[in-house]
């Protein structure tokens, strides 16, 4: 079963702070690394899919980073809204197709 | 249009029953999955096909039976259910070629009594 970790579980703040999360995930038998959100009574949302080591993808005020050879990647949101909030999901893939959702980490951002 | 679309939206059954879960994607996307939303809300891959052919089976009990009839097609049946099949089921699609992003249906919550 692969390993995936995001921390923190759980975030809340206040509209206008900016946040980052981690994901760690096995450097071994890496393919790609996908970062989904996931808003309440919705379908999860693809934001960025990084392949190469030190990729970085951006996506108006939401980041992301990667590190394929110590298995971590963060995502950072500069001025979080209200509509930020969501669970942030990332997914490894550690063969073609083969795609692994981590737990998640559920930001609340407070007006 | 929607892309990804599952059918129905809510099911509920009794223990024993065989039920089945439609998804058709209208993108031309070459691999579909399916998903199990776990009681913690973890998403889980149950299967993946590629233009038809079963790609991924992730130990999932063999009363779970994909059934993929083209490639715009997988259904998901399932066989004598029980109180823990509960859950909420994701479709998903995405192209070969390049890793890019899946897209998701809207889910299917099964409840089963």
């Known amino acids: 079963i692969l390993n995936v970790e995001q921390s923190p579980q759980s975030l809340h703040v206040q509209e206008g702070d900016s946040t980052n999360f981690t994901c760690s ?20 949302e693809a934001l960025f899919v990084m392949t190469l080591n030190g990729d970085e993808k951006k996506k108006g005020r939401i980041s992301a ?17 209200p509509e930020d909030s969501a669970t942030y999901l990332c997914a490894p893939e550690t063969s073609y197709d083969k795609v692994i959702f981590g737990p998640g980490t559920s930001l609340s951002v407070i007006p | 249009d929607t892309a990804v679309s599952q ?14 879960i439609k998804c058709e994607q209208n993108l031309g996307h070459d691999t579909m999955y399916w998903y199990k939303q776990d009681s ?16 991924i089976n992730e130990t999932v ?23 823990g099949d509960s859950a909420v089921y994701f479709c ?16 299917t919550r099964l409840t089963v009594v």
């Open chain 2, 61 to 83: 009990p063999n009363r779970f039976s994909p059934k993929s009839p083209d490639k715009a097609h997988l259904n998901l049946h399932i066989n004598s259910l029980e109180l």
């Open chain 2, 7 to 20: 059918t129905p939206k809510y099911l509920v059954t009794q223990m024993g029953n065989d039920k089945s």
């Open chain 2, 92 to 107: 998903a699609s995405r192209p070969d070629g390049r890793p890019g992003g899946a897209f998701f249906g809207q889910g």
């Open chain 1, 65 to 81: 980073t990667l590190n394929t050879k110590e298995g971590y990647s963060y995502l950072y949101i500069k001025g979080s809204q």
């Open chain 1, 25 to 44: 995930f096995p450097s071994s038998n890496f393919y790609a690394l996908h970062w989904y959100r996931w808003e309440t009574a919705k379908s999860p």
């Open chain 2, 40 to 55: 913690k809300k973890f998403l889980k891959i149950m299967f993946s096909y590629n233009n038809k052919e079963l790609i």
